[in-house]
């Protein structure tokens, strides 16, 4: 019995045809993720929040006194024709002190927005302290971080972390490992430090490392580094944050 000869049919080529993968060349390296991966996103959030919240309270106030002034000048103008001079220079004198308010806000606003614009953030310390704490703290070696600034300190959140890394390490280290270490958060006239104190005994044999890698994070900073009240034969020591300054 003959069969039939079976045709099959290929499929209609397209107009285009994707090109291939291109093919791994040389080695592939496997980057580990990051330990500081989240902190840095979480951080950037956090930033964010605080930046949209100090500027939408900031711009509130603005609209307050903006308010204030339209009302004293429409009470002004309903008085105009029966007031007194005294009674005209005082209202004057109201409006102009609402001015004068409207001025600071709107310098606060602007000097935050131009921080903000060039990069730096407001940065709750001692929120920041109790994260770097917890991360290197050890069941033998606790850390106690007290105390809190009174407003956000402005700078950069990953080298502020890097410097009480750094610093803590380094406190550690002059005591061998041994006793509790504390962290206090201190803000006096608007200037922020930070006491870092070990319970333990002053030791010598610091590795070179350890101190060259402080201070490149406190010149990062720019943080002013004074002993504490032990003076400089102690462990501990005061790191004084700088004043930001906007550009431009």
Not at 10 to 35: F, M, Q, S, T
Not at 80 to 107: P, T
Request: charged share 25%; glycine share 10%; proline share 6%.
């Amino acid at each position: 019995m003959s069969q039939k000869p079976t045709t099959v049919l290929a499929p209609a080529a397209p107009d285009y045809v994707l090109p291939a993968p291109a093919r791994a060349g040389g080695e592939v390296l496997v980057v580990a993720p990051r330990r500081d991966a989240e902190f840095g996103w979480r951080r950037g959030a956090e930033s964010a929040q605080q930046l949209g919240r100090r500027f939408a309270m900031q711009v509130e106030n603005v609209q307050l006194l903006l308010g204030e002034l339209r009302d004293r000048i429409q009470e002004l103008d309903t008085s105009i024709a029966e007031a007194s001079r005294a009674q005209l220079k005082g209202a004057v004198r109201d409006l102009v002190a609402v001015l004068d308010w409207a001025d600071v806000a709107q310098a606060d606003l602007q000097r935050e927005t131009s921080l903000a614009a060039t990069g730096i953030e407001p940065i709750d310390v001692g929120a920041l302290c109790h994260e770097v704490a917890a991360r290197v703290a050890v069941p033998e070696q606790p850390i106690y971080v007290t105390g809190a600034a009174q407003g956000p300190w402005w700078g950069n959140a990953a080298d502020l972390a890097t410097l009480v890394r750094e610093a803590l390490a380094l406190v550690g280290e002059r005591t061998q490992g041994a006793g509790a270490r504390s962290l206090e958060v201190q803000e006096d006239q608007g200037v922020v430090r930070l006491a870092i104190r070990s319970a333990g005994d002053p030791a010598d044999g610091i590795e070179a490392e350890s101190v060259a890698r402080f201070r490149r994070a406190a010149e990062q900073v720019g943080a002013l580094v004074l002993p504490d009240a032990l003076g400089i034969g102690g462990s501990g020591m005061s790191l004084e944050l700088p004043m930001p300054m906007p550009q431009g």
